[in-house]
């Protein structure tokens, strides 16, 4: 079996080819992965925005249902605020958050497998 400095030197522009190609490969992967990232950074930031406004919201409904001493009204604002803290909630929060981790690291084992 030829030894890898071998190979290399038999296959002169051959050799030098490939490593470009892997190095093309790496960048891409790379800023596939970043792009990735700044979209799922993206989208948790807004996320966040969003439960801060509808958290806002219900603090806003809650104060004005409570000096009109409307109960029913409290308890609709209640029901509100339990429907963006609920276990299914977080569950399918969760979800994401796995599929996206999933996603990222099937790009890392590609860009591994190009190297192997």
């Avoid at 030197?9 to 790379?30: P, V, Y």
């Avoid at 800023?31 to 990232?37: C, E, N, P, R, W």
Wanted: hydrophobic share 55%; aromatic share 6%.
């Amino acid at each position: 079996m030829k030894s890898l400095f071998q190979l290399q030197t038999e296959s002169g522009q051959l050799w030098l080819d490939i490593q470009e190609h892997f190095a093309a490969k790496d960048a891409e992967h790379a800023t596939a992965l970043a792009a990735k990232d700044a979209a799922l950074t993206a989208a948790v930031e807004a996320e966040g925005k969003a439960v801060h406004a509808r958290l806002d919201a219900l603090v806003q409904a809650g104060q004005e249902a409570h000096a009109a001493g409307d109960l029913d009204a409290i308890g609709a604002v209640l029901d509100a605020a339990y429907s963006y803290t609920s276990g299914a909630r977080f569950a399918r929060l969760e979800n994401e958050l796995v599929a996206a981790q999933a996603a990222v690291t099937a790009a890392v084992d590609k860009l591994a497998a190009l190297h192997g």
